[in-house]
């Protein structure tokens, strides 16, 4: 199976560093396409010589600006070649590169560069540039500021801004002047340094800051290989936020170790369209990315002809029972059996070269937890789906789903060289080569979290008898209605994002009779749904309230709740005026939800579904990009289900 | 459906130029050259001489008036005068011992100088004054052909056309004037493919949207014009060299008369303006449909037992042939090749309605 010559390649070493394994395999296959990058139409492609003369370069000219051995550089924009070279040249000399998410806000990224003290910042654009800027007069300490595109930048005159070709240039020509600078470049970082410096998603809290060493991170892609996870020589799309450590740990860590070939979209808005071109063999996305894809799907097919939904509903109705009879271990009908080739060549192949996704070998969904009927979706599409277990605590990876042993409410076993075991309290614990070290700066959180070896994950779980680990959701999340029925919001809500009407859900009902939802409904389903059948709305919120749409989602809901025992089905529901956003605090940038922020700030909405009141009055206040804060009123109905 | 897009990715600007970046066009492309290619083994010598080769022949020939009509957007009803002075050039010359490779060339610039002789004075006016004009050119030459003996070899006379000999070797089997006709159909094909990305291409098309508003970004539309009339002029005296040559093996003035020249747009309008695949469709409709035609009707009329005079049984194809042309324009105006296109973006963006972004 495997293309490439595991002998000449990384042999699973772990007392090494990344940069070792790029210079290894920038001598074992120089020609070999390390990444691509779409600029102005075309694919643009850098081989592994090349890439390593680019990091080594940038990290002689990081040095000549001083950058030493602890140094913290924030790295900020959307995914580019240099801004991952950047990362690599700073885990070359010793110092942390620390990505953030380039749609952070100010006051996020301000807590993120004071508690690492970062005196330089890796920024993709004008507009990141900006936001550093704004930092510094805030007080940051940044110092060097480094620019990969120009453009726009020319007037800047702010001291310590430097563009990539300019540090690039400076040091080539250290490099030439200097033979012995190579060789020490590559060997000076430690297996113990530092490779990458990320923030947990801190769905319950602040961010904390996790540094991977380079020992963590190629343990982590040791043991995900070993589990089957991937293999050496993979093609893959590089669209991930940097700041999220799947990314890093599949492009940077698996991407560097097993030599894959790292393709990176034009820009963010390209991705779907990129991934067509490309067809990657492995690709890992949140449950959020394929339930938008799920969505997109949905969407276009109800915007298709009769003809080809009539084709659509029928074969996929059909492989969708005949997945479903598998995952229970049974064997398809005769006519499932007869009839899947030809779905194949009608709707399941066609939709999979829509989206790029029929060379994939590695399907994964991680992060979080995924709806069944999401996962169901897919894998009957014939895209081998599976689930991946891990926090960025654990340098991603802890377990993952075998290809032929997929159960719908297990993640796998544990991949080998990692320990899981159950703690007393049903929390997983974990205990691997890839677990980290302790929180940056935090000993009191890096006490809690870590003992003997073993890392407190915060999920609760339970391993079956056959070792298969079952992970119910976060411990904090799982939750009690005051009859004493024990159920995880989470759950519940996937079950409804599943419906492609339904973009986010809150479920309530934590120490109540009842359980209620909130739920944003999804803007370009419900607007095109509406647009068919001649509904004029003027805005989202307007959208959300009319009587057709709030029966469609009450549709949904009753969907739902038909699946659900009977003490946890959803009573009531409110469409919200607006849909979850990051930038509020009601999600995290992973787009998982924040549950404190979301009771505290629609309390007035939980009190009228509590209260048996029709309406409940919403004021809402916003603050305008201007700093300007105005209050937005809205009537919300409030629904039976 | 049966297109996959999907892991096509181009790493420079060459292959993101590609005439068939998908491959299933390729596929297909290359099953039919093969299916061409190996005609005469699976094909009889009927249908191969009496319908394959004049179709390609024709199409050539096609081809070079839909440069004229659908890319540069003038006006010709007298392509068939064009590819007469190619056939009486083709034939005189080799009568004259000239060898045929040298002589079909000659006959491709005979017809390019006078055709662009004739464009000269013909491109001073457009629209439909062009077009009087071009059938004027159909007329002039007519009337010489037939009334200069040292051309037609007499009035009312048959000039019989030397064999085809190339290199030396006389081509005289079905196959082997087959492979001819195909070669030179192919030809002009892949000629025609690249001239979309060329520089001349890009500028017959903005002359045809406008030729006023071609002129105001600096392409000379009068320049482009003439070399329009005289690219298509030598693919049409070229095309009738060859189907005298292939085909007819002598030459009179009536296979090149105003009916051939109406029969040839018949094929560009049918087939579709602009469109390469159409000008085979049409082709193949135009010559064959009559055909086809008249064995369907009295297949029908034996078949069902309706007797029909000898004067219907005549007559009726040429009506159901004339419905049908009307009929395929109706439901498409851009013509056959548009509909294979309709049917190819249907099947791209199967199963969903139509492209996103």
Known sequence: MSRAEPALAWNFETDTTLIRVLAQNAEVFPDRVAMREKDKGIWNQTTWQQLLEIVLCCAAG???????????????????????????????????????????????????????????????????????????????????????????????????????????????????????????????????????????????????????????????????????????????????????????????????????????????????????????????????????????????????????????????????????????????????????????????????????????????????????????????????????????????????????????????????????????????????????????????????????????????????????????????????????????????????????????????????????????????????????????????????????????????????????????????????????????????????????????????????????????????????????????????????? | MLFRQAGIFHTDYSADRALFPIPADRWMIGILLLLALAAPIYMNTLYLSSYLLPWLVWTAGALGLNLILGWAGQFHLGYAAVMGIGAYAAVHATRAGIPWEIAIVLAGITAAVIGSVFAFAALRVKGLYLALSTLALQFVMDWTISHVPAISGGTQATLQAPDIRLLGWAVTSDAGLYYVALVWCVLVTSFMLNLRRTALGRALVAVREKDYAAAVIGVNSFYFKLVAFATSSFIGGVSGAILIGTFYHAVTPEQFSVDVSIQALAMVIVGGLGSIIGSYFGAAFILLMPGVMNSFISWAATKFGFSLGIETLAHLPQAFYGALIIGFLLIEPLGLGKIYNNIRDYLLVWPFGYTKK
């Open chain 1, 62 to 641: 990081l040095e000549e600006l001083d950058f030493k051995a602890g140094d913290v550089m924030l790295v900020l924009g959307d995914n580019r070649p240099r801004l991952y070279a950047g990362m690599l040249a700073a885990g070359a000399l010793g110092g942390y590169a620390m990505p953030a998410f380039p749609d952070a806000t100010l006051d996020e990224i301000r807590h993120f560069v004071h508690e690492a003290g970062a005196r330089f910042a890796l920024a993709e654009d004008q507009e990141q540039v900006d936001k550093i800027l704004d930092l510094r007069e805030q007080g940051a300490t940044i110092e060097h500021i480094i620019y990969d595109d120009p453009r726009g930048l020319a007037a800047y005159a702010n001291p310590g801004l430097i563009s990539w070709d300019t540090l690039q240039a400076k040091g080539a020509e250290l490099v030439i002047r200097n033979p012995n600078l190579r060789n020490e470049l590559i060997a000076r970082a430690q297996p113990e340094g530092p490779a990458v410096f990320v923030h947990s998603s801190g769905s319950t809290g602040k961010p904390k800051g996790v540094v991977l060493s380079h020992r963590n991170l190629l343990a982590g892609v040791r043991n995900a290989y070993r589990g089957g996870a991937f293999q050496f020589g993979e093609s893959i799309l590089a669209y991930l936020p940097m700041a999220w450590v799947g990314d890093f740990a599949v492009t940077m860590g698996a991407g560097i170790a097993l030599h894959f070939t790292i393709n990176i979209p034009e820009r963010q808005e390209t991705v779907l369209q990129n991934l067509r071109e490309i067809a990657p063999t492995f690709y890992l996305a949140a449950p959020r990315s394929w339930d938008n894809l799920l969505t997109t799907i949905q969407v276009r097919m109800e915007d298709s002809s009769w003809l080809k939904r009539l084709v659509y509903k029928f074969f996929m109705a059909l492989a969708i029972s005949a997945e479903k009879r598998k995952l229970e271990g049974g064997q398809p009908t005769l006519k499932q059996w007869l009839l899947s080739p030809i779905g194949e060549w009608l709707v399941y192949g066609p939709i999979k070269d829509q989206f790029g996704l029929t060379r994939l070998r590695g399907a994964f969904t991680g992060g979080e937890a995924m709806g069944e009927d999401t996962f169901v979706f897919y894998r009957a599409l014939g895209i081998k789906l599976r689930q991946l277990y891990g926090q960025t605590e654990t340098s991603a990876y802890n377990a993952i789903q075998d290809l032929n042993e997929v159960r719908l409410h297990t993640v796998g076993r544990p991949l080998p060289g990692v320990d899981i075991r159950i703690s007393d309290a049903g929390e997983i614990l974990v205990r691997s080569g890839s677990v980290f070290s302790g929180y940056f700066k935090q000993d009191e959180a890096t006490r809690e979290s870590l003992e003997d070896g073993w890392l407190h994950t915060g999920d609760a779980g339970y391993l079956e008898p056959d070792g298969h680990l079952v992970v119910l959701g976060r411990l904090s999340d799982i939750v009690h209605t005051a009859k004493g029925e024990r159920y995880i919001p989470n759950y519940i809500e996937n079950r409804l994002k599943f419906s492609p009407y339904i973009k986010d859900a809150a479920v309530l009902g934590s120490g109540r009779d009842t359980l209620s939802a909130i739920i944003c409904i999804d803007k370009e389903a419900v607007g095109l749904w509406a647009e068919l059948r001649g509904i004029s709305y003027i805005s989202y919120a307007d959208l959300s309230q009319k009587p057709q749409v709030i029966a469609l989602i009450a549709a949904a809901v009753k969907h739902v709740n038909s699946a659900l025992p009977h003490g946890l089905q959803l009573r009531k529901f409110v469409c919200l005026h607006k849909e979850f956003d990051a930038d509020d605090g009601e999600i995290t940038r992973t787009r998982k939800i924040r549950r404190n922020v979301v009771e505290e700030r629609y309390k007035p909405i939980i009190d009228a579904i509590y209260g048996h009141q029709n309406t409940v009055l919403m004021k809402a206040k916003v603050s305008y990009e201007s700093g300007e804060v105005g209050v937005i009123e809205r009537t919300l109905s409030v629904q039976e289900a």
